[in-house]
């Protein structure tokens, strides 16, 4: 047993310090970024790197042609067959959206197999999210170096992890865009099931210092509850940011509105949740328990709402550290620690 005694910061325990600036507008700042990636050096993406996660609700055909129109980012949930995949490539308008998405998959024999079948037929997919909750065991280790050497044309993103020295392993591996994050997310029980996790903030400064070291990217994964968290991720070194909460709720989302007390809602629950293990899986196995929760989630309408309240607040963030770009953003930052960020006495806003 051991005990790190630094103390370790969630999104909650910092505001950013502003600085000056010379902007004159938030419409000034560039929210764009250009990346090559470690294992590809020749391809170029540029776009607003903000992702939807890859969760049955949130990554979705639907959501990937909305934030494509942004030049965002869609995690494809692994529950689409090959049929589906098929459709969704006949019925786009262009194929530059296949820079704006990743098809998922775990890293079972069956979740693998799918993944060659929809490559082989939609070879134009240039990303692979190798998605599994626990990301330190030396089986995902594995399965990261065989499909590196399997498609070595392709980008792949990889987690969950905290640390940086599981960062390192995986990009080593073969990896080129890490995720990281454990427990963070609005319907993950995971920290409270097994008492593991990593506070966000902490980890996202550390795990990219690891990244960046060695040519590689990270994604910040889960805890932005507001688009002030998104600034303080990417002013903690974070290259991308996805997000499912946030997200959730929109018409862009797969369910059905449920009506409730005269309020609308639409259905929302963690990939590790008894909801979700039983629509996919067929229920809880008997040797696990379920990490995750089901809520409703207010019907939001369409979601390029608030896609626009996200990138309006972290325009301010950047005009308040004097950050034309957003590539800037982290070198600008200086977090203060605090006990309390909002005055609430009217009541959450």
Same mark, same amino acid.
């Given at each position: 047993?051991?005990?790190?005694?630094?103390?370790?910061?969630?999104?909650?325990?910092?505001?950013?310090?502003?600085?000056?600036?010379?902007?004159?507008?938030?419409?000034?700042?560039?929210?764009?970024?250009?990346?090559?990636?470690?294992?590809?050096?020749?391809?170029?993406?540029?776009?607003?790197?903000?992702?939807?996660?890859?969760?049955?609700?949130?990554?979705?055909?639907?959501?990937?042609?909305?934030?494509?129109?942004?030049?965002?980012?869609?995690?494809?949930?692994?529950?689409?067959?090959?049929?589906?995949?098929?459709?969704?490539?006949?019925?786009?308008?262009?194929?530059?959206?296949?820079?704006?998405?990743?098809?998922?998959?775990?890293?079972?024999?069956?979740?693998?197999?799918?993944?060659?079948?929809?490559?082989?037929?939609?070879?134009?997919?240039?990303?692979?999210?190798?998605?599994?909750?626990?990301?330190?065991?030396?089986?995902?280790?594995?399965?990261?170096?065989?499909?590196?050497?399997?498609?070595?044309?392709?980008?792949?993103?990889?987690?969950?992890?905290?640390?940086?020295?599981?960062?390192?392993?995986?990009?080593?591996?073969?990896?080129?865009?890490?995720?990281?994050?454990?427990?963070?997310?609005?319907?993950?029980?995971?920290?409270?099931?097994?008492?593991?996790?990593?506070?966000?903030?902490?980890?996202?400064?550390?795990?990219?210092?690891?990244?960046?070291?060695?040519?590689?990217?990270?994604?910040?994964?889960?805890?932005?509850?507001?688009?002030?968290?998104?600034?303080?991720?990417?002013?903690?070194?974070?290259?991308?940011?996805?997000?499912?909460?946030?997200?959730?709720?929109?018409?862009?989302? +797969?369910?059905? %509105?449920?009506? /409730? @007390?005269?309020? $609308?809602?639409?259905?929302?629950?963690?990939?590790?949740?008894? *909801?979700?293990?039983?629509?996919?899986?067929?229920?809880?196995?008997?040797?696990?328990?379920?990490?995750?929760? +089901?809520?409703? %989630?207010?019907? /939001? @309408?369409?979601? $390029?709402?608030?896609?626009?309240?996200?990138?309006?607040?972290? *325009?301010?963030?950047?005009?308040?550290?004097?950050?034309?770009?957003?590539?800037?953003?982290?070198?600008?930052?200086?977090?203060?620690?605090?006990?309390?960020?909002?005055?609430?006495?009217?009541?959450?806003?």
């Amino acid at each position: 047993m051991f005990i790190e005694n630094e103390i370790k910061l969630d999104f909650k325990d910092v505001l950013i310090r502003p600085k000056r600036s010379n902007l004159k507008s938030r419409n000034d700042v560039l929210l764009e970024r250009t990346f090559r990636f470690k294992h590809h050096q020749n391809y170029e993406w540029t776009g607003i790197p903000i992702i939807s996660a890859n969760m049955d609700t949130t990554g979705t055909f639907e959501m990937s042609k909305e934030l494509y129109k942004f030049k965002m980012f869609t995690c494809i949930h692994k529950y689409y067959t090959l049929e589906n995949w098929l459709n969704f490539e006949k019925n786009i308008e262009s194929d530059d959206l296949f820079n704006y998405i990743s098809v998922t998959s775990g890293i079972g024999k069956e979740d693998l197999n799918k993944l060659d079948e929809i490559l082989n037929k939609i070879p134009k997919i240039k990303f692979i999210s190798l998605d599994v909750a626990n990301g330190y065991t030396q089986i995902f280790v594995d399965i990261i170096e065989q499909t590196r050497k399997k498609y070595p044309d392709k980008i792949i993103i990889a987690g969950t992890v905290v640390t940086r020295e599981m960062v390192e392993e995986l990009l080593i591996k073969g990896a080129d865009i890490i995720r990281v994050g454990i427990g963070g997310g609005s319907v993950c029980t995971t920290r409270k099931k097994t008492g593991v996790g990593y506070p966000q903030l902490s980890s996202v400064i550390e795990c990219a210092d690891a990244a960046h070291g060695l040519n590689g990217l990270i994604i910040s994964d889960g805890g932005c509850t507001c688009p002030g968290d998104f600034g303080k991720a990417f002013g903690g070194g974070a290259d991308f940011i996805m997000c499912g909460g946030i997200f959730s709720g929109h018409d862009e989302t +797969s369910g059905d %509105i449920v009506e /409730k @007390g005269g309020e $609308k809602f639409k259905e929302f629950y963690g990939m590790s949740s008894a *909801r979700a293990m039983n629509k996919h899986s067929g229920g809880v196995s008997n040797y696990r328990t379920s990490e995750g929760k +089901s809520v409703l %989630i207010k019907y /939001k @309408g369409p979601v $390029k709402n608030t896609v626009l309240d996200i990138l309006g607040g972290l *325009r301010s963030t950047c005009t308040y550290v004097g950050a034309e770009y957003l590539k800037q953003l982290s070198k600008r930052t200086t977090f203060i620690r605090v006990n309390q960020q909002l005055n609430e006495v009217y009541g959450k806003s």
